[in-house]
């Protein structure tokens, strides 16, 4: 089958289903007259969408710093701590049972008590909320990445007597790599969630998330969904650089790719 | 439903049959593959034949047409008197790949029933022919094991066992003994060629190894290199085999002529 | 939200999203005990970090070198280790006979009833897609891009919308109640492991063990119970610890989003008001939901030992 045609099945069929899915919503409510606090029409939020165009805009922007920030500091932290965790075992001991039970434990339960700790206009209990639900997919990636080593490459390094810093450079980062950009598809989704989740406990109320919640109250549904929508767009837009960066700097064939 | 061939007098009807037979793969696009081209064969009841040729050579494609698991561009596949197809839902035969491929969420004896749960034996029937089977490959002791506790010729056993629980009269074989030591090749060809007398069922065995093609086999199928062609058929004729076998002039003979006709293929 | 990083060692690759791998049962009994052991002495250095962040914080006065410490370290923001564990042997209300652990504890069990409804509801769908991906390649094609997305969708944009629909709905001949809409949005998150993670262990066989299966002119529905469930069990497994901690997040959630009463998370929004008055009070309501969350973790690791017991170490 041609490269074109290969293409084409690719992204057809979703998009089939998605025109498909809002044609048939469209009709959905308006045959039925579903009121708009049920489930608003794809046009009214549509329409929405265009009339709250800056306040979407703004608030993306600020939901956005507070999850790139979280995104970042995570990112560092994880991939710093997955480096001395591979390094020294006692660390990796320490930290991946607590990793375990973070996994476990529903943490977004932090925030009122992050509001309580900080002060109520600052953004830093929204940005350590994301930093830490970001730490530990980096961080278990980054281990596992850089812990997997391949016993093959390790004894051809040893057999040019190559020194420690330099297996690390040439062989296990590159071997790490992979792993860490899994991790990091993972994180960069959950930022943005995390972020718009976390304005849902108070605090500021210039996010994506507080207007979400605004316009609910006031029973505003469809600019309730317009700002839902920026929060998705948002989200993907974090997920499709994290994919654009992983295709730059680790364009060899991903390991654990899902084979057919 | 099983379909146990009506029963034919010797030599009636071939076990398979191909007739100028070919298959191309990507027809028409970029990459296209010649695989084989122009097969004839007739094989006969009984009989036990090995395919051998060069890497590429398209063998392993063959024995795969005969088991309808892929369809030829051209001619006619018989097997069993009926179509290749027919024959694969009637079940008339049993194959065993490279990989052992047990399930290892199952014990041995379990992997042994799995044809004959899909054909529908209730479970006593299954139960006495699994131990059968394994007693048959010597290893009725092992009935309750899983296949990560067992060597790698012993998971072949079972999987030869597996492909004869139902007895079939078509043994299809793509180099089974591929993976394994010498020894235990040596050993599991004896106990094939122990096993073939025993059960009177047709083989179509693949290889690369030519001593073991002509250990096994009445006949030797040699192919040319892709795209595949019958190059020549050896006859074997050596008669019962045993430990002697493989020491004799006349073995050693029937190699020189296999590997000459390969020599030539290439 | 969960962080999605499944547990321990196995932590692996997907192309579409998060999912687990397969991670075969560890060497038993003293790896278990040494990571328990490691466990608690995290906490305990956890409590040593807290308490000393709070001793160095009232030393230097809140200010280190002219800037601000960012957290505050007086009690009323946070209260000392021992004032919080001690606040769960003392009343809920000034005059009320019933113990803040009780309450906690109440609401933690009324909590996970939800988490379970919404987790049960969530494996089914999330299986009856992996099946129907599995089988129908566009199906696949075209659905699996939204089922991932449809994670990106915040829960609480959801809850409005279940609450209100279920408000029109009868099921089996019962009235919609409120904990069903957090069932549902429970499940929400719940089925998108699964889906993923069962899709991934459907399509696990080798070409070969699809082959034999061909050659015994076997149906698609023998194959998927004789081959593919099976094959599936390893991928399954880590799936079903992601969804029943995903279920127990988003019950949490959408009971506050609901305004659902009685569970853990409403617990927490009105402690949390009481802050700046009770302060301790808030964190034993939060050291509640956590022990609810260790609790279906530590199940669904009984659930992984028992179903893996038979299989050997596999690794995605």
């Known amino acids: 089958m041609t490269a074109a045609r290969r293409r084409r099945r690719a992204w057809l069929p979703p998009l089939l289903v998605g025109v498909g899915l809002l044609l048939a919503w469209q009709v959905f409510v308006e045959v039925r007259h579903i009121k708009p606090y049920l489930l608003p029409a794809p046009s009214a939020i549509w329409h929405q969408i265009a009339t709250n165009k800056g306040d979407i805009l703004h608030a993306a922007r600020v939901t956005g710093t507070n999850a790139l920030v979280g995104l970042l500091a995570g990112t560092v932290a994880g991939a710093a701590g997955g480096a001395l965790a591979s390094r020294f075992r006692f660390i990796g001991e320490l930290t991946t049972p607590v990793a375990v039970a973070v996994n476990a434990v529903p943490i977004i339960v932090l925030i009122p008590i992050f509001n309580n700790m900080f002060s109520t206009t600052s953004a830093i209990p929204r940005r350590l909320m994301v930093t830490i639900i970001v730490f530990f997919p980096i961080f278990m990636h980054t281990l596992r990445g850089l812990t997997e080593a391949d016993a093959t490459k390790e004894e051809l390094m040893r057999s040019y007597a190559a020194s420690e810093w330099t297996v690390l450079r040439k062989v296990r980062i590159p071997g790490a790599l992979p792993f860490f950009f899994t991790g990091l598809k993972i994180a960069s989704s959950l930022s943005v969630i995390t972020a718009v989740v976390a304005e849902y406990f108070g605090g500021l109320q210039d996010g994506l998330g507080s207007h979400i919640v605004g316009a609910a109250s006031n029973s505003a549904y469809g600019r309730a969904w317009a700002f839902v929508t920026a929060s998705c767009l948002l989200g993907l837009v974090f997920y499709s650089l994290a994919v654009t960066g992983e295709r730059i700097i680790v364009p060899w064939q991903h390991r654990h790719e899902g084979a057919r | 439903m099983t379909a146990e061939p009506a029963a034919t007098p010797e030599g009636e009807l071939p076990a398979v049959e191909l007739l100028a037979v070919a298959k191309t793969f990507h027809a028409g696009r970029g990459g296209q593959v010649d695989a084989l081209r122009d097969i004839n064969l007739v094989i006969e009841r009984g009989e036990f034949v090995s395919l051998i040729g060069p890497s590429g050579c398209g063998k392993s494609t063959l024995l795969r047409l005969i088991a309808n698991l892929t369809d030829p561009t051209a001619g006619h596949i018989a097997v069993n008197g009926k179509s290749a197809r027919q024959a694969r839902l009637d079940q008339d035969y049993g194959m065993a790949f490279q990989q052992a491929g047990l399930f290892e969420w199952r014990t041995v004896a379990k992997n042994i029933e799995l044809p004959l749960e899909l054909r529908g034996w209730d479970r006593a029937r299954r139960q006495a022919r699994a131990e059968e089977m394994l007693k048959l490959v010597k290893l009725g002791d092992f009935a309750g094991h899983h296949p990560w506790e067992l060597s790698g010729g012993m998971q072949q056993r079972v999987a030869i066992a597996r492909a004869l629980a139902f007895d079939p009269p078509l043994l299809l074989m793509d180099e089974p003994f591929g993976a394994l030591d010498e020894m235990t090749r040596e050993h599991m060809q004896a106990e094939l060629n122990r096993i073939c007398e025993e059960t009177g069922s047709t083989a179509v065995f693949v290889t690369h190894s030519i001593p073991e093609a002509v250990f096994l086999s009445d006949r030797v199928v040699v192919l040319s290199a892709r795209p595949g062609r019958i190059v020549t058929v050896v006859e074997v004729g050596l008669g019962a085999r045993n430990d002697d076998t493989r020491e004799s002039p006349e073995f050693f003979k029937k190699i020189t002529e296999v590997r000459e006709a390969l020599r030539g293929s290439a | ?316």
């Open chain 3, 1 to 316: 939200m969960s962080s999605l990083a499944p547990a321990g060692e196995a932590a692996v690759a997907a192309p579409a999203g998060p999912q687990a791998a397969p991670a075969g049962p560890q060497a038993g009994g003293p790896r278990r005990l040494r990571r328990v052991v490691m466990f608690l002495v995290a906490l305990v250095l956890l409590a040593a970090l807290w308490e000393g962040y709070k001793w160095f914080g009232q030393a230097v006065h809140g200010r280190v070198v002219g800037w601000s410490l960012p957290a505050r370290t007086d009690n009323g923001s946070m209260p000392h280790v021992w004032d919080i564990l001690r606040r769960f042997g003392q009343p809920e209300r000034r005059g009320s006979s019933q113990r803040i652990w009780a309450t906690v504890a109440a609401g933690a069990w009324f909590t996970l009833r939800m988490a379970m409804a919404g987790f049960a509801a969530g494996v089914t769908v999330g299986l009856a897609l992996a099946v129907v991906m599995q089988r129908f390649r566009v199906a696949e094609r075209g659905l699996l891009p939204y089922v991932v997305l449809s994670q990106t969708v915040p829960l609480v944009a959801l809850a409005p919308l279940v609450v209100g629909w279920g408000g029109n709905l009868t099921v089996f001949g019962l009235h919609w109640r409120l904990w069903m809409s957090v069932a549902v949005i429970a499940s929400y998150l719940a089925f998108f492991p699964v889906a993923v993670g069962g899709l991934r262990g459907l399509q696990a066989p080798a070409p070969e063990a699809v082959e034999l299966m061909d050659s015994y002119a076997a149906s698609w529905r023998q194959t998927l119970l004789k081959l593919r469930f099976p094959a599936a069990v390893p991928y399954l497994v880590p799936a079903l610890k992601l969804a029943a901690a995903s279920s127990v997040v988003g019950a949490l959630v959408a009971e506050i989003s609901t305004g659902t009463r009685g569970g853990i998370g409403r617990l927490i929004i009105e402690y949390s008001r009481e802050a700046t008055s009770d302060p301790a009070k808030v964190y034993t309501a939060m050291i509640g939901a956590a022990v609810l969350g260790l609790v279906v973790a530590g199940v669904v690791g009984v659930l992984d030992l028992v179903m893996m017991r038979q299989r050997p170490q596999v690794h995605a």
